[in-house]
């Protein structure tokens, strides 16, 4: 566990560093405690991960949930609709289930509330699980309901309602409704099981209750001192080698190294930016991009520098991405990794407001290796703070698609790739 929590920090995944640190409380109560303490305040530990916002991996399952379920409602009572992926048409208007729309809210809180009214109401843990998975049911279904009514409401009033914009409220209602009539309903037949019962009653005679009150409960007496000794210093480990990496990543920080595009052949050659050109979104990094021609064919280089990591300023994060999101989209289902002379690239097809297409061809590197998974590279991350390689930097190659001809300007990024001198570059990032 301790472990896991430093691979967070390195890493600077705070989803990580938080989940592991409940883990780790975990871990240190059954160490100095034992197992029947930490049995008992498993639950009342384990709930904080409730808190951690680790849960939003559901999104992108409930997200298809909720697109697979709405859409052949909507043809049953007959609604003209076609759908792609999460884009539902309507003849009056298009509308999309966001990730918001997926219903993770409702689904984490169902969680949350039936682990909690069956930690307090019952015993049995099958009984437990049983709570928990018909309240996370309920709350997919709940939330199916509610984006179906909303597309119901946009087909009837031709995208002109306000619940439309504003459906916020009606889904924590419809929820809530929902949530409070199971409640009423385990409340019932909880009654029901009371009337039908036998109670048994045992003569208890001059036993004092109160006295074997205590005995039902582990005692807390810990492992005694050895287990302090050897725990605290294994402790300290993880922070004292945090705080050494940490020291080193400031220095090199503070010393501003400079890095530089990979070097092109001249066969290319420079040629100025157009208007609104393409930039990704790299926040913190050190940015640099250059535009070349051969023979009227266009390529834009581009780069994006880290000569350290940190949680403000990290090459994998959720807000970074090839495209800014505002001048520039990616067009969905056009997406796609190729292996190539040089290596691995991921490949996406972009799209700006005025309709200009451009194929983009990019890459990570950390710690000098380059890679195309953004998992890989966190783990690179980690491996570059524990071998004092903190570098990090995403390349991407750029040219515009002409009407159909993609495959034509996949070719012009391959012969400009192998222009390129990728090894030297790579070194560079060591």
């Known amino acids: 566990m301790r472990f896991g929590w430093v691979v967070g920090v390195l890493s600077s995944i705070e989803v990580v560093q938080a989940s592991f640190l409940v883990l780790l409380i975990f871990t240190a109560v059954w160490a100095l405690y034992g197992w029947p303490m930490a049995k008992v305040l498993s639950l009342p530990v384990l709930f904080l991960l409730f808190g951690v916002p680790v849960w939003s991996a559901l999104s992108p399952l409930l997200q298809l949930i909720t697109a697979d379920a709405v859409f052949p409602l909507l043809r049953l009572i007959e609604i003209p609709a076609l759908r792609e992926e999460h884009l539902i048409t309507l003849p009056s208007g298009q509308l999309s289930i966001e990730e918001a729309c997926s219903g993770l809210r409702y689904f984490l809180a169902a969680l949350t509330l039936s682990v909690l009214y069956g930690y307090l109401n019952y ?48 889904g924590w209602a419809l929820f809530g409704g929902l949530i409070f009539l199971l409640l009423m309903m385990d409340v019932a037949l909880h009654k029901r099981r009371q009337r039908t019962v036998q ?51 400031q220095t090199v920080a503070q010393s501003k190294p400079t890095y530089l595009l990979p070097t092109v052949s001249s066969a290319w050659q420079k040629s100025p930016s157009p208007d609104e050109a393409w930039q990704p979104a790299y926040h913190g990094a050190v940015v640099q991009r250059v535009d070349y021609e051969r023979v009227g064919q266009r390529v834009a280089l581009y780069a994006g520098f880290y000569a350290t990591q940190s949680q403000e300023s990290e090459l994998i994060n959720e807000l970074n991405g090839i495209v800014d999101g505002k001048t520039w989209y990616i067009v969905p289902g056009r997406s796609g990794h190729l292996q190539r002379q040089n290596g691995p690239f991921l490949e996406q097809l972009i799209q700006n407001r005025e309709g200009r297409k451009q194929l983009v061809w990019y890459r990570y590197y950390v710690a000098g290796y380059a890679t195309t ?21 995403v390349v991407a190659i750029a040219a515009p698609v002409g009407g159909s001809e993609i495959e034509l300007t996949r070719t012009r990024l391959e012969e400009f790739s192998v222009a390129m001198d990728w090894t030297e570059f790579a070194k560079t990032l060591h």
Do not use: C
């Not at 928990?132 to 909303?150: D, K």
């Not at 209750?209 to 409960?217: D, E, G, K, T």
């Not at 998974?373 to 930097?393: D, E, F, H, I, M």
């Open 123 to 170: 015993t049995r843990v099958q009984t437990r699980v049983l709570i928990v998975l018909i309240a996370g049911a309920t709350a997919v279904v709940a939330n199916i309901l509610r984006v179906f009514i909303v597309i119901y409401v946009a087909y009837v009033s031709e995208m002109k309602h306000p619940l439309v914009q504003d459906h916020l409220l009606m």
């Open 199 to 249: 109670v048994q009653v045992a003569t208890v005679g001059s036993v004092n209750v109160q006295a074997m009150a205590p005995s039902l409960l582990p005692t807390a007496t810990g492992r005694g001192w050895g287990v302090y000794v050897v725990a605290l210093p294994l402790l300290a480990v993880g922070p004292g080698l945090i705080y050494l990496i940490e020291q080193n990543i």
């Open 373 to 393: 998974n953004r998992y890989v590279a966190k783990l690179l991350q980690v491996w570059g703070s524990l071998t004092g390689s903190y570098a990090a930097a």
